[in-house]
C-alpha cells in the first residue's frame, strides 16, 4: 500500500538552477495537488489537476509548471529556483467521486533548499 | 487573504488535559470542515471531518464542534497524550469537500508528562 509517493526526499538546488520533483499514486484518484508548507503558513495550493489531462492554478503558482503525465503521474517543475521556493512541498490525491469520500491523501514531503 | 484562521500558534497541554485548536472561517460556501495531523517528517493525514448538518462529532478521544453562525469550528482532544504531539490543521471546502480544501496555519501540539 504504497499510496502517495513523491520523490526525491530531500534536494539542495542552486539559484537559477531547474528541477522536477515525481509523484506518483496508487489509489486511482482521480484528482492531485501539489502543495508547499512553510513555517507559519500552513499549507498553500500551488497547482492541482481535477483530472487526467487537466491542470488549475492554485494560490501560489508563480515558479511553478506542472504536467499530469497520466492518472497516477503528477510533475512539478521549478524552471529557474530562487530562494523564496525554499519549501516543504507534498504532493496530494482525492478520489473526487462523492461515492469514495473527501478524504485527501499526501505523500511524505520532498525537502527543498534553494541557495 | 487568509480564509480559515487557526488559533493558538503553539500549545502545550500536560498528559491528561484537553487541547482546544480554534478555527474560524470566512466564506459561507464552506460545507466541509476535516482536521489534519501531521507528524515530523510525514505528510498530513486526515484524523476527523464534519459537514454543517451536525453541531458535533466525535471519535475516540477527538471533537470537532462546529458552530454554523459564528462560522467557527474547533478540535478538542480529551485525555491528551504524548503520543498526540504533532501539527494539526484544520481546513474548508465548499462542495461537500468537492472543492479543493484551504488550510489553516497550523498549531503545534505539544503534550508534556
Known amino acids: 500500500n504504497a499510496g502517495v509517493t513523491q520523490t526525491p526526499k530531500f534536494q539542495v538546488l542552486k539559484t537559477g538552477q531547474s528541477m522536477t520533483l515525481q509523484c506518483a499514486q496508487d489509489m486511482n484518484h482521480n484528482s492531485m495537488y501539489w502543495y508547499r508548507q512553510d513555517p507559519g503558513m500552513g499549507l498553500r495550493l500551488i497547482y492541482y489537476s481535477a483530472s487526467e489531462g487537466t491542470t488549475d492554478k492554485g494560490e501560489v503558482p508563480n515558479g511553478y509548471n506542472v504536467s499530469r503525465l497520466n492518472k497516477r503521474e503528477f510533475s512539478l517543475r521549478l524552471e529557474s529556483a530562487a530562494p523564496s521556493q525554499t519549501s516543504v512541498y507534498f504532493c496530494?490525491?482525492?478520489?473526487?467521486?462523492?461515492?469514495?469520500?473527501?478524504?485527501?491523501?499526501f505523500g511524505e514531503g520532498s525537502w527543498l533548499t534553494v541557495v | 487573504q487568509q480564509q480559515v484562521k487557526q488559533s493558538p500558534q503553539s500549545l502545550i497541554v500536560q498528559k491528561g488535559g484537553i487541547s482546544i485548536i480554534n478555527c474560524a472561517y470566512e466564506?459561507?460556501?464552506?460545507?466541509?470542515f476535516p482536521w489534519y495531523q501531521q507528524f515530523p517528517g510525514k505528510g498530513p493525514a486526515l484524523l476527523i471531518a464534519i459537514r454543517p448538518d451536525v453541531s458535533e462529532k466525535k471519535e475516540g478521544r477527538f471533537t470537532i464542534s462546529f458552530n454554523k453562525s459564528a462560522k467557527q469550528f474547533s478540535l478538542h482532544i480529551m485525555d491528551s497524550q504524548p503520543g498526540d504531539s504533532a501539527t494539526y490543521f484544520c481546513?474548508?471546502?465548499?462542495?461537500?469537500?468537492?472543492?479543493?480544501?484551504?488550510f489553516g496555519t497550523g498549531t503545534r501540539l505539544t503534550i508534556i508528562p
Open positions: 481546513a474548508a471546502s465548499a462542495n461537500f469537500g468537492n472543492e479543493k480544501l484551504t
Open positions: 496530494a490525491s482525492r478520489a473526487s467521486d462523492r461515492g469514495s469520500g473527501n478524504t485527501i491523501y
Open positions: 466564506n459561507t460556501a464552506f460545507d466541509y
